[in-house]
């Protein structure tokens, strides 16, 4: 029974000291699993359309990790792709799944 209070204790303190709380462990985040965002536009510099997969490159996200429902826009033309899924890299590049092109 001590050994078991010992190890929840330790496990309490080391979420304490990372910062990650009840909320954060409640989401998956403290697991390394991030939650999904929805309903972003992303502007990139470089946006490429193949088929339904989008490809947009330096780009003004902070996000990293899933998507869902979103818009890749390219800055320059105003191009848009409504995308069902994909996944962010940060301002590096992010990627849609089951994209339409957003009419003019």
């Known amino acids: 029974m001590k050994r078991l209070l010992f190890v929840a204790g330790m496990a309490t303190a080391i ?4 910062g990650v709380g009840a909320a954060g462990a409640a989401d998956g985040s403290a697991h390394g699993v991030p939650s999904k965002r929805v309903g972003e536009v992303i502007r990139c510099d470089e946006v490429n359309a193949d088929g339904p ?3 947009g490159r ?3 996200s902070t996000t990293w990790g899933p ?3 979103f818009v890749i826009m390219d800055r ?9 899924s994909g996944w962010a890299e940060g301002s590096l590049w992010v990627n849609g799944q089951n994209c339409r092109p957003i009419p003019a």
């Open 58 to 60: 330096s780009c003004d």
């Open 76 to 84: 320059t033309t105003r191009a848009g792709y409504q995308c069902q």
């Open 15 to 18: 979420l304490g000291l990372t």
């Open 67 to 69: 998507l869902e429902n």
């Open 53 to 55: 997969n989008v490809m």
